[in-house]
């Protein structure tokens, strides 16, 4: 259900964050591209994900998903991925982590690991077929209905705001913060950071900024050299 401490909002979380979205800056239109084209066909009609977006002005449909025009123009609000005849979720699917609505029913999928799911921190609805189980559990959620051969798990559950058995318990000098159904992570508090956030002071942006760009140099370079032998060669 938790996750180990292995940093927190300090300054080398900071700069993992960034050098991270520089990558999904990159790659991002063409990981939104594959989720909503993973199956054929537009949203179906009368699905949650076709209802949610056609109540809200805000939002469009393409493929396969339900995507925001502002504030934040291009993320994916809904996938609507029933009846695609899938056994196993696609490569692409956690590049819908901002899903506020998810639709997986009349797939022949099996069980989901909770670990699928890690980051799905806006989700608010999902449907599955009546087989599967809520992902992280009934306690993960508000609601858990069936209908024919449906389930919709609705309303997500803070766990870091339970209490008694439901609990999360992080380390000193930490704090508890959601990381998707039944999934939470804890965060250094502070200026601490390193392993269970033992660490306290300043981090070294200098020497890992140093490090870094060493290490990309070093790369690039021999790359470089890489391609120019096999340009000789040919």
Not at 80 to 109: K, M, Y
Not at 177 to 201: A, F, I, M, N, T
């Amino acid at each position: 259900m938790g996750r180990p401490v292995a940093g927190g909002p300090g300054p080398r979380a900071w700069v993992l964050r960034l050098l991270l979205g520089l990558a999904a800056w990159r790659g991002g239109a063409a990981g939104r591209s594959a989720v909503c084209s993973c199956c054929p066909g537009p949203v179906r009609n009368g699905s949650s994900v076709a209802s949610y977006c056609a109540a809200r002005p805000a939002l469009e449909l393409q493929g396969r998903c339900c995507l925001s025009r502002e504030p934040e123009p291009g993320v994916i609000v809904g996938l609507d991925l029933g009846n695609c005849s899938l056994t196993f979720l696609c490569a692409g699917f956690p590049d819908a982590n901002t899903a506020v609505v998810i639709d997986l029913t009349e797939n022949p999928l099996g069980n989901i690991p909770n670990t699928s799911f890690q980051g799905f921190t806006r989700l608010q609805s999902i449907s599955l077929p009546r087989a599967l189980e809520c992902p992280g559990g009934n306690m993960a959620w508000d609601l858990n209905t069936t209908h024919g051969d449906s389930r919709t798990c609705q309303g997500q559950r803070n766990l870091c705001n339970s209490s008694g058995e439901l609990a999360w318990l992080c380390p000193e000098n930490s704090q508890c913060s959601p990381d998707g159904p039944g999934l939470v992570q804890c965060l250094c508090s502070g200026s601490y950071h390193g392993y269970k956030c033992l660490r306290e002071g300043t981090f070294p942006l200098l020497l890992f900024y140093g490090t870094l760009g060493a290490v990309t140099t070093t790369l690039s370079l021999l790359a470089w050299g890489s391609q120019r032998r096999k340009a000789k060669a040919s």
